[in-house]
């Protein structure tokens, strides 16, 4: 991954990850937390070590995506990150119950947000992936400023409107000055199992032209895959629960490209 130039002021949060790498989108439901988790499983699998942190307070989707539902142990005072698939992630539904979170007002986020990175015990790690929220808010901002991210990955789907999303995002991490690594389509085209017909539900290569248009680097494209679906809800991310098809298969082209 690419190193960030590290301003004066460098801000200390998660200093044991050699690279930090953060996966956001302009918009929810299109797929950020699935790139996330599948992305770190890849990364994973190319013998690094990884760790997940799902800073989507609101939102909170790890723990259902890799089938981890119990409370983390603890070690004094910090809180030890759950083992699951080769990763050591946390997530703000590992510790309160979602519908807890979804009621906390700006200021609580960002304390649980900043909690997640100072009162958990993080190994050293070759790579961090923060699964943000969606959106260009207050999340994004204060960890841009104070962590200091190697890069963003921006998820999009093909169609215009996420894409316009996606270059707000792309525009807020310019601002901020973290480099984004690139665009990543995703849900990008279906191949029928039953006939092989395929057919681009969401239209097709919209981000890879508009990844040309803004100047980044287009990272790949992840098929609409109903087991991709139904790993996710089984807790089981295909990146490592079917490794030899074709979703592992664009998730490790993605790994290797961030
Ligand atoms: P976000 O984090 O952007 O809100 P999620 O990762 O939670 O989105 O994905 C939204 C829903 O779409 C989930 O049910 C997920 O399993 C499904 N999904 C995401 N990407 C794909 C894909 N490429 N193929 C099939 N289903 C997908």
């Given at each position: 991954?690419a190193?960030a130039?590290?301003p004066?002021q460098?801000?200390?949060?998660l ?22 988790v599948n992305?770190?499983v890849?990364l994973a699998a190319?013998?690094?070590s990884v760790?997940?942190?799902?800073a989507?307070?609101?939102?909170p989707?790890?723990?259902r ?6 409370k983390?142990e603890?070690a ?8 699951a698939?080769g990763?050591?992630a946390?997530s ?5 119950d979602?519908?807890?979170a979804?009621?906390?007002r700006?200021p ?10 100072t009162?958990?015990e993080?190994?050293a790690?070759?790579v961090?992936v923060?699964?943000?929220?969606p959106g260009?808010g207050d999340?994004?901002?204060?960890l841009s400023q104070?962590?200091?991210l190697s890069g963003a990955?921006v ?15 792309v525009?807020m991490f310019?601002?901020v000055?973290?480099p984004?690594l690139?665009i990543?389509e ?5 191949c029928?199992?039953?006939?092989g017909?395929?057919t ?7 981000a890879?032209a508009?990844?040309?248009r803004?100047?980044v ?14 790993t996710?809800d089984a ?5 490592a629960?079917a ?9 490790m082209a993605?790994?290797?490209a961030?």
């Amino acid at each position: 991954a690419a190193a960030a130039e590290t301003p004066a002021q460098a801000p200390s949060l998660l200093a044991n990850a050699r690279s930090i790498v953060a996966v956001a989108s302009g918009k929810g439901g299109v797929g950020k937390s699935t790139v996330a988790v599948n992305l770190a499983v890849s990364l994973a699998a190319l013998g690094m070590s990884v760790g997940l942190l799902d800073a989507d307070i609101y939102g909170p989707s790890l723990p259902r995506m890799l089938g981890t539902k119990g409370k983390p142990e603890m070690a004094g005072n910090k809180l030890i990150p759950v083992d699951a698939w080769g990763l050591k992630a946390i997530s703000i539904g590992h510790v309160v119950d979602e519908e807890t979170a979804m009621v906390w007002r700006g200021p609580m986020v960002l304390n649980a947000l900043t909690q997640l990175m100072t009162q958990v015990e993080w190994p050293a790690l070759d790579v961090m992936v923060i699964d943000l929220p969606p959106g260009t808010g207050d999340i994004q901002l204060t960890l841009s400023q104070r962590v200091r991210l190697s890069g963003a990955v921006v998820v999009s789907t093909p169609q215009d409107i996420a894409l316009l999303d996606a270059r707000r995002g792309v525009s807020m991490f310019r601002q901020v000055r973290v480099p984004v690594l690139g665009i990543v389509e995703n849900m990008s085209f279906f191949c029928c199992p039953n006939c092989g017909t395929r057919t681009d539900i969401f239209g097709h290569g919209g981000a890879r032209a508009e990844a040309a248009r803004i100047g980044v680097p287009f990272l790949g494209e992840i098929p609409l895959l109903p087991a991709i679906r139904e790993t996710s809800d089984a807790g089981a991310p295909i990146a490592a629960s079917a490794p030899d098809g074709e979703a592992a298969r664009a998730f490790m082209a993605l790994a290797e490209a961030v």
